[in-house]
């Protein structure tokens, strides 16, 4: 009966740690006076791991990726009538909640700022 009780408890102790293999992205998207841009676009990409997702922000502009592999990736904050921002190595870490805000400059023109 011991035995049985060690396994058993060996299996629930195991499970959350199997459990965390990813990460999840969120932040929120603003312009310059800090009003929140809602329907913004973020998109989160890595060749690497073949991982490509975009989201869009909510109505309090805020956004949330969850289920992201480890590695590097490429990120970019769009929406219509700002400067797109872009970071080009935001590196994932298992387990991790990273958050990562987008100030978005008004723009006639299109275009991306590189951090």
């Known amino acids: 009966m011991p035995v049985i009780a060690g396994v058993v408890l060996l299996l629930l102790v195991a499970a959350p740690l199997r459990a965390q293999s990813s990460a999840t992205l969120q932040g929120r998207v ?8 809602s329907g913004a676009t973020i998109s989160v990409r890595s060749q690497a791991t073949g991982f490509d ?3 869009p922000t ?9 289920a992201i ?4 990736y490429v990120l970019t904050a769009e929406a219509t009538g700002f400067r797109s ?24 023109r299109a275009g991306t700022v590189v951090v």
Not at 30 to 37: H, L, M, T, W, Y
Not at 85 to 106: H, K, N
């Open 30 to 37: 603003f312009d310059s006076s800090e009003a929140v841009i």
């Open 53 to 55: 997702r975009s989201v």
């Open 58 to 66: 909510d109505n309090e502009g805020r956004y949330h990726v969850a």
């Open 69 to 72: 592999p480890a590695g590097i």
């Open 85 to 108: 921002e872009r970071i080009d190595e935001l590196t994932v870490y298992v387990g991790r909640a990273l958050v990562r805000d987008f100030p978005l400059a008004v723009s006639d």
